[in-house]
């Protein structure tokens, strides 16, 4: 890099963008695996798929907290990025081994995987950003490290489209395995740069043992989980969602727990910490959605047909999904692409035209016999980062501008305009519901490409700032804990986008749905709006 930034940052870029790499295109194509009901997918109806998909990113962020502390007490941040990104790839490439006990073990290793990685790369990033040469630069850098994220977020869709329209769903997930590997090995070329940085934090008098943390924190999340997995009926839609809500509230009280018992060096900071991650789990409900109700608006409600002149390319590529117009056994649907089922839950086909077809402009449809050349579904969820790299150098020098002219805003006062952007994104949607008059017609895939845009720039402002600011603020010795509960708040976000997705086949009217979204956006950013003061006054307090 330059001398503005240290040597570490271009092998921790890599080494996050290709796990990023593996993480997205398992993600990219998980809803549309489970949802399959032609090409060998599990044959899932979207209610249950938005609740498993929910529930797995919720616990890949749950994990976190326990990677975070085992690498903050005895394992190290090096030790523990690796063995995670090796777990991670294991179960990337298990998914493509049938059966129901695969697909189970396997999620079980990304989501215990990611919990040793993902909190620990974050932190070793933020402890090279120390050195007082590079510290003033650390905002610039946690957006480079992001962008990273998403460049192998762009680029594994990519990947996912021409494996499974070519080879099958199980080459997909198998890509993603062997990009994990890519980068734990890209990350221990690297190691030496920051070797220095992977330092065991001394823990203080006030701190909780890790004997207790086990015995305290997470073997009654266990049993809580248990119990609300058993508890009758469903408290907030599914027994996966009680289960995970009983689970969290102890890790949840751990970290109130660490204000509570904290110095008076280390109060203030904390509570700054822990507002802005209770705030951050609205953002993620609403954002995480791309992979549930946003893949079913662009696989169902959107125009997704190429151009002649672009299919070619788009062919070599892997872009295209061909779909011809013949009758034949398809899936049973009303006029909101909702799937009829048994009583025992299979699906009940009947012979028609395929699905795509069915809120076609008929002077779209080709010659009886003819296909039509489409943008892969998955290849949406390569939208976000595409805008994300577009757009993060952008932002990086806008931010450099503006503090050249000492009106640079504060981390905090990034963070509110992150969530009021979010919250016009879901606006995008409202009015892309109403121009397609509610899915009886395809609506332009410039709606979701913009929505898409919006966020992208909300996203920014917000999470590689609240990324920066648990660095900040955080106390030294607890710095890989906090970000873990960075990624509890996270975790929760996710888990809620699962909830609030698995409602979508019950709004009858889809802008309705994208107006609860937005609702929730606002009312948020105007919460953080009243914090920012009180917030700008710890950062300063700390020097960040």
């Not at 009680?242 to 509230?249: K, V």
């Not at 872009?319 to 048994?342: G, K, W, Y």
């Not at 009940?348 to 050349?373: A, F, H, M, V």
């Amino acid at each position: 890099m330059t001398k503005k930034h240290p040597k570490a940052l271009p092998f921790l870029f890599l080494s996050e963008m290709w796990e990023r790499f593996g993480f997205y295109l398992m993600l990219g194509i998980f809803f549309l695996y489970m949802t399959d009901t032609q090409t060998g997918g599990m044959s899932l109806d979207r209610k249950e798929a938005s609740d498993i998909f929910g529930t797995f990113i919720a616990l890949v962020y749950l994990t976190p907290f326990i990677g975070g502390l085992l690498a903050d007490r005895i394992l190290g941040y090096r030790f523990s990025i690796t063995i995670g990104g090796i777990m991670m790839g294991i179960g990337y490439c298990g998914l493509a081994i049938p059966g129901m006990t695969a697909f189970y073990i396997s999620l079980f290793l990304i989501i215990i995987g990611n919990g040793f990685f993902k909190p620990n790369i974050s932190t070793l990033l933020g402890n090279v950003y120390n050195d007082p040469a590079y510290k003033p630069n650390k905002d610039s850098g946690y957006n480079i490290f992001y962008m990273g994220i998403n460049l192998g977020a762009f680029i594994c869709n990519f990947f996912a489209a021409y494996l499974r329209n070519h080879y099958s769903w199980g080459h997909a997930f198998m890509a993603a395995g062997i990009g994990m590997f890519i980068g734990v090995i890209i990350f221990w070329i690297g190691h030496k740069n920051y070797s220095h940085a992977d330092v065991r934090k001394p823990v203080n008098p006030e701190d909780m043992s890790l004997a207790k943390v086990f015995g305290i924190v997470l073997v009654p999340a266990l049993i809580a989980g248990y119990i609300g997995w058993m508890i009758p009926g469903n408290i907030f839609g599914s027994d996966s969602t009680d289960a995970f809500i009983f689970g969290a509230l102890p890790v949840a009280g751990f970290y109130v727990s660490l204000l509570v018992r904290a110095n008076e060096e280390d109060r203030r900071p904390i509570a700054a910490l822990l507002a802005v991650f209770g705030v951050a789990i609205i953002f993620w409900a609403v954002f995480k959605q791309n992979g549930t109700a946003l893949t079913t608006w662009a696989q169902s409600y959107t125009d997704r047909q190429l151009n002649e002149s672009v299919i070619g390319p788009a062919n070599t590529l892997g872009m295209v999904q061909e779909v011809a117009l013949t009758r034949d056994s398809v899936p049973l649907t009303d006029d909101q692409f909702r799937v009829a089922r048994n009583e025992d839950g299979s699906v009940i086909n009947t012979y028609d035209y395929p699905l795509y077809y069915k809120n076609l402009s008929k002077e779209k449809w080709p010659e009886e016999g003819g296909t039509l050349s489409l943008i892969s579904t998955e290849l949406f969820q390569s939208v976000n980062p595409f805008w994300v790299v577009t757009l993060t150098p952008l932002l990086v020098l806008f931010w450099a501008f503006l503090r050249r002219r000492k009106r640079e805003p504060t981390t905090p006062m990034k963070i509110f305009y992150g969530f009021f952007i979010t919250g016009l994104s879901t606006l995008v949607m409202v009015f892309a519901a109403y121009s397609c008059h509610n899915g009886m017609d395809k609506a332009s895939m410039w709606w979701l490409i913009g929505s898409y845009g919006v966020i992208t720039v909300g996203e920014l402002c917000l999470s590689p700032m609240a990324l920066s600011l648990v660095s900040k603020l955080s106390p030294a010795r607890l710095t890989a804990l906090m970000m873990g509960g960075w990624f509890l708040s996270t975790s929760i976000g996710n888990k809620m986008s699962g909830v609030l997705a698995s409602l979508w086949d019950g709004y009858e009217h889809k802008a309705n749905f994208f107006w609860v979204n937005f609702v929730l956006c606002i009312v948020t950013a105007g919460i953080i709006l009243m914090m920012v003061k009180w917030l700008n006054k710890i950062v300063k307090e700390h020097g960040a």
